[in-house]
C-alpha cells in the first residue's frame, strides 16, 4: 500500500513484470473484480475503472453481450475473445449456461467457426506444428508455457466433423473439446494443451485462400505423415510424460490405424469412434429401461457402415460378451446397410472393416425392405443421408415393435435420417427417439416428446477426468462400457417418461465424476492405475475439480 512500483517485487508475486502484464494474463485477470487490496498489491490502480464489481456483475454483463450478438458465429467469437481475456470468466458463464453455450463453443457453432477460421482469426489459441517442424516437435512443445499437461487434443485437421479436410483451420475442434473438458469436468485449463498437426490440405479452396494460416500445400502421406505422428507421440512422451492424447477428426482411415497402432502403446483414445460408441450404447441402454427389455435380445440395424456404426457395434458386442454371449454369436443379431445395400458375404465391394460385419442374407437394397425381412428392434443411423428413415421406414418399425428404437445420429441435424417429428408422428408416439444434433420437444395430440441428444460431451470429459485422476496407463473399451453404463444409469426416470434416454446436461459435472469414479475402480481392478485414489476417490477427484472461482491473490 502505497509503496511505488517495483518491477522485481511484482515478478517474484505474480511473475510478470509489470501491471498491464497481469490484465493480459487471461488466467490472473479478474477485470473489475480484482479487489482493493489486489489493486494495490499489484499496482493496478488507474488501469481499472475504480468501481470493484463481483462475479455475479460481471456474468451478468457477459451474459447480456452473448445474448445481444446478432448469431451464433458472433456469439462464439465473443466467447472466444472472453476466453482470452479472463479464462475464470469465461469458464463460469459457460458452466452456469451450459446448455444455452454448449452448441456455440462446441458443434454446430464451432463447425462454422472452422469453416471461417482465417477470417475469424484474432490470436493463436493452442499449438501449431506443421510438417516444416519434423524433427524438432520436442522443442516445438517446450515453448508450451505450462508444463504439466495432463490431456491434449490433437487433430490433423483432415476430416472436420461432417465438413471434410479443413486443414490447420480444424484447430476450433482441439480448442472446443478442451473447453468442454474443464467446463463439463473441471479439468483446470492449465492442464489442457491442444495441438493441430498441420500436414498440408487436400482442400484447393483453403489452399488458395489467402487467409488460410496453414501450409498452403497438399497433405503429406505414407511414411512421411506416419513419421510424423510417430514423432509427435514420443514428444508429448518426453515433454509432458503425464498427458493423455485424444485423437480427434481424422480421416477415418488414419483415424482406425492410428487407434489400432496406439492404444495399447500408450495412453490415448478416439473420441469419434470409441467416444461415440459410449454415447450411443449409453442411449440403447435408456431406451432399454424404458421397453424393459434386455441388450442381448435385441436386433440391431444400421443405416451406415462407417467409423460411427462399427464403433457402436463393436461396444454393443463387448457389453453383451461382458453377459456371456460370444461376439461370434452376438454378430447374428446385427446388419449393416451402406450405400449399395445391405453388407452381405456374396458382395464382393467390401472395403475396410465391413467384411466383419456381413451377414449370409440375399441382398437388398431397399432399407424397408431389410426392416420389414430382418425385423429390427433398434435402428441406427449413422449414415449422414437425410430422409433415409421416411415414412414407410419408421412405420414398418411401428408395426413391428410396440416401442421402436429410432436414433438418427447424422449430424448436423439437416443430415439427421429423419427429424424427431417425423419419428413420434410416423409412429403415433411409440417411438424412442434419439438424435445427433438436437431437436426441439414435439407434441402430438396434448403428449409432448422430448428427445434424447447423443452428444459425446456425456462421456469423453468424466473418461478423460477419471484417467487423469489416476493416472491410467492405457484408455481402454472396457473404459467406454463403464462410461456408457454409469451414464445411462443417471437419466433420471421422470426423463425417460417423456422418451429422453439422456439425463439432463444441467447434471454433467455429477455425471462426469461419476463416470470419472467408474474409470478410477475399473482401472485399479485392471492394474493400469499409477495412483491409488483409495476410499476418498471421489472426494479427491471433486476436491481437484476446477469451479471457475476468482483466486484470492491478497491473502494468500
Ligand atoms: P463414415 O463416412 O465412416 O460412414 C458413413 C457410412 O454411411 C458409410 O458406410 C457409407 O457407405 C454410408 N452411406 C452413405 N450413403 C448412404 C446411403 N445412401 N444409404 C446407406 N448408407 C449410406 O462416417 P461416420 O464417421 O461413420 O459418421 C456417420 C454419421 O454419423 C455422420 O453424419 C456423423 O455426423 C454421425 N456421427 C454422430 C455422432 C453422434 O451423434 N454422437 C458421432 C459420430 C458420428
Redesign the pocket.
Known amino acids: 500500500m502505497g509503496k511505488t512500483f517495483d518491477s522485481n517485487r511484482l515478478k517474484e508475486l505474480t511473475g510478470h513484470a509489470n501491471p498491464l502484464e497481469i490484465l493480459n494474463d487471461p488466467y490472473m485477470n479478474k477485470g473489475v473484480a480484482f479487489t482493493e487490496e489486489e489493486r494495490d498489491l499489484f499496482h493496478l490502480r488507474g488501469l481499472l475503472p475504480p468501481r470493484v464489481q463481483t462475479m455475479e456483475a460481471q456474468l451478468g454483463r457477459a451474459l447480456d453481450n452473448f445474448r445481444c450478438k446478432p448469431n451464433d458465429l458472433e456469439k462464439y467469437i465473443f466467447l472466444t475473445g472472453l476466453q482470452e481475456r479472463n479464462e475464470t470468466l469465461f469458464y463460469r458463464l459457460v458452466m452456469t449456461n451450459i446448455e444455452e453455450m454448449l452448441p456455440i463453443i462446441y458443434t454446430p457453432t464451432v463447425g462454422k467457426a472452422c469453416q471461417t477460421y482465417g477470417h475469424i482469426f484474432r490470436r493463436p489459441q493452442g499449438m501449431f506444428i506443421s510438417i516444416n517442424d519434423k524433427g524438432r516437435i520436442a522443442e516445438l512443445l517446450g515453448n508450451w508455457v505450462h508444463k504439466d499437461v495432463r490431456v491434449i487434443v490433437v487433430t490433423d485437421g483432415s476430416r472436420i466433423?461432417?465438413l471434410g479436410d479443413l486443414g490447420a483451420h480444424g484447430m476450433g475442434i482441439p480448442v472446443g473439446k478442451l473447453a468442454l473438458y474443464t467446463a463439463l469436468a473441471g479439468i483446470p485449463p492449465i492442464h489442457c494443451l491442444p495441438v493441430t498437426l498441420d500436414m498440408g490440405t487436400n482442400n484447393e479452396a483453403l489452399r488458395n485462400d489467402p487467409l488460410y494460416v496453414g501450409l498452403p500445400q497438399p497433405r503429406v502421406t505414407g511414411e512421411i505423415y506416419d513419421e510424423m505422428i510417430e514423432e509427435f507421440v514420443l514428444a508429448v512422451q518426453e515433454q509432458f510424460p503425464r498427458a493423455m492424447i485424444q485423437f480427434e477428426d481424422f480421416s477415418?482411415d488414419n483415424a482406425f490405424r492410428l487407434l489400432e497402432k496406439y492404444q495399447d502403446r500408450i495412453c490415448t483414445f478416439n473420441d469419434?469412434i470409441q467416444g461415440?460408441a459410449a454415447?450411443?450404447l449409453a442411449g440403447i441402454l435408456g431406451a432399454l429401461r424404458i421397453t424393459e427389455a434386455d441388450l442381448c435380445t435385441q436386433r440391431y440395424l444400421f443405416?451406415?457402415?462407417?467409423?460411427?456404426?462399427f464403433g457402436i457395434a463393436d461396444l454393443i458386442l463387448r457389453a453383451m460378451e461382458q453377459k456371456g454371449i460370444p461376439r461370434e454369436q452376438g454378430l447374428k443379431q446385427f446388419r449393416f446397410?451402406?450405400?449399395?445395400g445391405l453388407v452381405t458375404r456374396s458382395r464382393t465391394d467390401l472395403r475396410g472393416r465391413k467384411s466383419e460385419f456381413v451377414c449370409d442374407d440375399p441382398p437388398l437394397t431397399d432399407l424397408q425392405q431389410v426392416v420389414e425381412r430382418f425385423m429390427p428392434t433398434v435402428l441406427i443411423g449413422?449414415?449422414?443421408?437425410p430422409g433415409?428413415f421416411h415414412q414407410g421406414v419408421v412405420e414398418a418399425m411401428a408395426r413391428i415393435n410396440p416401442r421402436p428404437i429410432i436414433f438418427a445420429?447424422?449430424?448436423?441435424t439437416s443430415?439427421a435420417e429423419c427429424s424427431a417429428q417425423q419419428c413420434y408422428q410416423w409412429s403415433d408416439g411409440r417411438a424412442i427417439f434419439a438424435?445427433?444434433?438436437p431437436f426441439e420437444p414435439v407434441t402430438i395430440a396434448g403428449q409432448t416428446f422430448v428427445s434424447g441428444q447423443?452428444?459425446?460431451a456425456y462421456c469423453f470429459p468424466g473418461i478423460g477426468l477419471g484417467v487423469i485422476m489416476c493416472e491410467a496407463s492405457r484408455v481402454t473399451e472396457e473404459m467406454f462400457l463403464v462410461a456408457a453404463q454409469t451414464l445411462a444409469q443417471m437419466t433420471a426416470q421422470s426423463d425417460l417418461d417423456q422418451g429422453r434416454v439422456y439425463p439432463s446436461m444441467q447434471d454433467i459435472r455429477a455425471i462426469s465424476l461419476n463416470i470419472a469414479l467408474a474409470v478410477v475402480d475399473l482401472a485399479s481392478k485392471r492394474g493400469l492405475a499409477q495412483r491409488d485414489l483409495g476410499e476418498h476417490a471421489k472426494e479427491r477427484i471433486s476436491a481437484w475439480m476446477c469451479n471457475a472461482n476468482y483466486r484470492n491473490y491478497a491473502n494468500r
Do not use: E
Open positions: 466433423l461432417g477415418n469419434d461415440t454415447v450411443a443405416m451406415g457402415a462407417g467409423s460411427a456404426g446397410m451402406d450405400s449399395r449413422v449414415s449422414g443421408q433415409v445420429l447424422s449430424n448436423p443430415k438424435s445427433g444434433s447423443g452428444n459425446n
